[in-house]
């Protein structure tokens, strides 16, 4: 069974710091790009940051270059994204996700997401 559970989320104050884990399970984590996603009330989903299968390449929003790291650890099946000097725009739902092209097919997982507050 395919399994994304995100942690790390909480209540901050603006220009403070989180960091969101993403443990996956169910499926080989070492063959997917890994991606975070935020979606605050009333918007559309919206991509944070992604890193490739093998870390090799990484992507930003613009909104969070500098702020924001992704990385991800193989061997333990886990994603992060360290967030610093957050804004009360950061306030968002943040989401998971696991991305595979085999051939013409796509495969996407998604986790149930972890709330993150900035606010004082």
């Known amino acids: 069974q395919v399994q994304l559970v995100e942690s790390g989320g909480g209540l901050v104050q603006p220009g403070g710091s989180l960091r969101l884990s993403c443990a996956a399970s169910?499926?080989?984590?070492?063959?997917?790009?890994m991606s975070w996603y935020c979606q605050a009330p009333g918007k559309e989903r919206e991509l944070v940051a992604a890193v490739t299968s093998a870390g090799r390449r990484i992507n930003y929003a613009d909104s969070v270059k500098g702020r924001f790291t992704i990385s991800r650890d193989n061997a333990k099946n886990t994603v992060y994204l360290q967030m610093n000097s957050l804004k009360p725009e950061d306030t968002a739902v943040y989401l998971c996700?696991?991305?595979?092209?085999?051939?013409?097919?796509?495969?996407?997982?998604w986790g149930q997401g972890t709330q993150v507050t900035v606010s004082s």
């Open positions: 996700n696991a991305n595979r092209r085999l051939g013409a097919a796509e495969v996407d997982y």
């Open positions: 169910g499926f080989t984590f070492s063959m997917y790009s």
